[in-house]
């Protein structure tokens, strides 16, 4: 019952685009703009031949079937029993939403998540090595096509490292996750690593609901069967529903609206700070997905309170080329009263209310202001946990391959991001 509720109260609502005296003009525009891109939700809906090889996370049931949560749930058990450690080596797609997950739920009494093979600086992987001594370690290495030096130069180290505390024993600790038939697979097979498929149907940033987010996720102790329950009802409602009341349409929709209009940023925000490793999920998904051809909607993250104070100065009354989606989480999470304390400090209008309260309201009024100035949508969701993480991460995936559609952009490619290791793999002789 719970998790019908929360499915129907999850929503985008729909917040006034903006507070302007052409209004009716603007929403004669938008409503234009979804009848011009209807064929677009069942093009995608069907699965098209183009992108078929990048459509595995179209259906759940591909990659995070029950053979595929068995086999992660038994070695997450092993994991959680013998480690007080768990480095996953990974870059963007391959450890963004398991990151973005860990960060905001991690259960008590789970190994330490200690994220390596998404920098090149020594003084961090310094810091990553120093972290693990004296304790009980296990590795994930995460690639797709094991090329990508950052994480190949990590799992050197953690290799090396393991068989210098393991010795042989080792390998019992090295898990990697690729795709079959790659050199990753033949290093674990010539070396005794337990070896996890990497769909090969499925780019990085797409592969939440998958081997590659479900393994860590599960070592933290987020209830993988309920986010992927999450995610299997959102898509029931995203193929299910017309394009009228289909929240995936809408917001794809809304945000091509506002690129014809000029704004050339959209800025996630939320009150709760859980959120922070979230963001940085949605923000490689949109932007190596959306931003190609010189196209795109730049995207970037706002955490309030604390931005209010610095970037709130130019999202009120800078460049008008921002527009913002809140995430706003509806059930209270938390509760802490606000007591006065006797002392004359001119706050006694916060006696007695309780900081889930404040902050709603805070809430309330940033979206009332930031909408004088640019279009505001607010996306809500009842809870903050597993179940909704499995929405939101089907919802944004969805969305984000019809506003490509929208745009006219491959959202599956990212040549862009091959430039830069040209001219790095040059300089390093490979
Ligand atoms: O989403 C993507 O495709 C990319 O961000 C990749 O995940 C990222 O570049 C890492 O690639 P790989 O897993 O091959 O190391």
Same mark, same amino acid.
């Given at each position: 019952?719970?998790?019908?509720?929360?499915?129907?109260?999850?929503?985008?609502?729909?917040?006034?685009?903006?507070?302007?005296?052409?209004?009716?003009?603007?929403?004669?525009?938008?409503?234009?703009?979804?009848?011009?891109?209807?064929?677009?939700?069942?093009?995608?809906?069907?699965?098209?031949?183009?992108?078929?090889?990048?459509?595995?996370?179209?259906?759940?049931?591909?990659?995070?079937?029950?053979?595929?949560?068995?086999?992660?749930?038994?070695?997450?058990?092993?994991?959680?029993?013998?480690?007080?450690?768990?480095?996953?080596?990974?870059?963007?797609?391959?450890?963004?939403?398991?990151?973005?997950?860990?960060?905001?739920?991690?259960?008590?009494?789970?190994?330490?998540?200690?994220?390596?093979?998404?920098?090149?600086?020594?003084?961090?992987?310094?810091?990553?090595?120093?972290?693990?001594?004296?304790?009980?370690?296990?590795?994930?290495?995460?690639?797709?096509?094991?090329?990508?030096?950052?994480?190949?130069?990590?799992?050197?180290?953690?290799?090396?490292?393991?068989?210098?505390?393991?010795?042989?024993?080792?390998?019992?600790?090295?898990?990697?996750?690729?795709?079959?038939?790659?050199?990753?697979?033949?290093?674990?097979?010539?070396?005794?690593?337990?070896?996890?498929?990497?769909?090969?149907?499925?780019?990085?940033?797409?592969?939440?609901?998958?081997?590659?987010?479900?393994?860590?996720?599960?070592?933290?102790?987020?209830?993988?069967?309920?986010?992927?329950?999450?995610?299997?009802?959102?898509?029931?409602?995203?193929?299910?529903?017309?394009?009228?009341?289909?929240?995936?349409?809408?917001?794809?929709?809304?945000?091509?609206?506002?690129?014809?209009?000029?704004?050339?940023?959209?800025?996630?925000?939320?009150?709760?700070?859980?959120?922070?490793?979230?963001?940085?999920?949605?923000?490689?998904? /949109?932007?190596?997905?959306? @931003? !190609? %051809?010189?196209?795109? *909607?730049?995207?970037? #993250?706002? &955490?309030?309170?604390?931005?209010? =104070?610095?970037?709130?100065?130019?999202?009120?009354?800078?460049?008008?080329?921002?527009?913002?989606?809140?995430?706003?989480?509806?059930?209270?999470?938390?509760?802490?009263?606000?007591?006065?304390?006797?002392?004359?400090?001119? /706050?006694?209008?916060?006696? @007695? !209310? %309780?900081?889930?309260? *404040?902050?709603?309201? #805070?809430? &309330?009024?940033?979206?009332?202001? =930031?909408?004088?100035?640019?279009?505001?949508?607010?996306?809500?969701?009842?809870?903050?946990?597993?179940?909704?993480?499995?929405?939101?991460?089907?919802?944004?995936?969805?969305?984000?391959?019809?506003?490509?559609?929208?745009?006219?952009?491959?959202?599956?490619?990212?040549?862009?991001?091959?430039?830069?290791?040209?001219?790095?793999?040059?300089?390093?002789?490979?």
């Amino acid at each position: 019952m719970r998790q019908l509720r929360q499915r129907a109260e999850m929503g985008l609502k729909m917040i006034d685009l903006i507070v302007h005296n052409d209004k009716e003009e603007w929403e004669k525009e938008y409503s234009k703009l979804c009848a011009q891109n209807r064929s677009v939700l069942d093009t995608a809906k069907k699965g098209e031949k183009e992108y078929s090889d990048s459509l595995g996370w179209l259906d759940t049931e591909e990659w995070a079937n029950e053979t595929a949560l068995k086999r992660v749930e038994r070695l997450a058990l092993e994991i959680k029993r013998n480690a007080n450690v768990f480095v996953l080596i990974g870059v963007g797609g391959s450890n963004n939403a398991a990151r973005g997950a860990i960060k905001a739920l991690q259960q008590a009494g789970t190994p330490e998540i200690i994220y390596a093979g998404n920098t090149l600086s020594p003084h961090a992987l310094n810091n990553m090595l120093k972290k693990l001594e004296g304790k009980s370690i296990y590795v994930n290495c995460i690639a797709k096509n094991f090329e990508t030096l950052e994480p190949g130069a990590s799992f050197r180290i953690l290799r090396k490292y393991l068989k210098e505390r393991y010795g042989k024993k080792a390998a019992e600790r090295i898990i990697a996750t690729g795709t079959a038939g790659s050199s990753l697979e033949k290093l674990c097979s010539d070396n005794g690593y337990t070896f996890l498929e990497f769909p090969e149907n499925i780019g990085g940033r797409y592969t939440a609901l998958s081997n590659v987010g479900l393994l860590p996720m599960a070592v933290a102790g987020i209830d993988i069967r309920m986010l992927v329950q999450g995610a299997k009802d959102m898509r029931k409602e995203l193929y299910e529903k017309p394009a009228e009341e289909n929240i995936a349409f809408q917001y794809a929709c809304l945000r091509n609206f506002c690129y014809n209009r000029g704004y050339r940023i959209e800025m996630l925000a939320s009150f709760e700070p859980r959120f922070r490793y979230f963001y940085k999920w949605w923000i490689q998904l /949109f932007a190596e997905s959306e @931003g !190609k %051809d010189n196209k795109g *909607i730049f995207p970037v #993250a706002g &955490e309030y309170s604390e931005e209010l =104070h610095s970037v709130g100065q130019f999202l009120q009354d800078g460049s008008p080329i921002i527009f913002e989606t809140f995430l706003d989480v509806k059930e209270r999470q938390d509760s802490l009263r606000v007591e006065s304390d006797g002392l004359a400090d001119y /706050f006694d209008y916060l006696d @007695g !209310k %309780d900081f889930w309260c *404040i902050n709603k309201k #805070a809430y &309330e009024a940033t979206v009332a202001a =930031h909408k004088e100035k640019m279009p505001c949508f607010t996306l809500e969701i009842d809870g903050l946990d597993a179940y909704h993480f499995g929405q939101l991460f089907y919802f944004f995936q969805f969305s984000c391959y019809l506003s490509c559609k929208m745009m006219g952009v491959n959202a599956f490619d990212q040549p862009g991001v091959e430039a830069y290791k040209k001219w790095m793999f040059e300089a390093l002789g490979k």
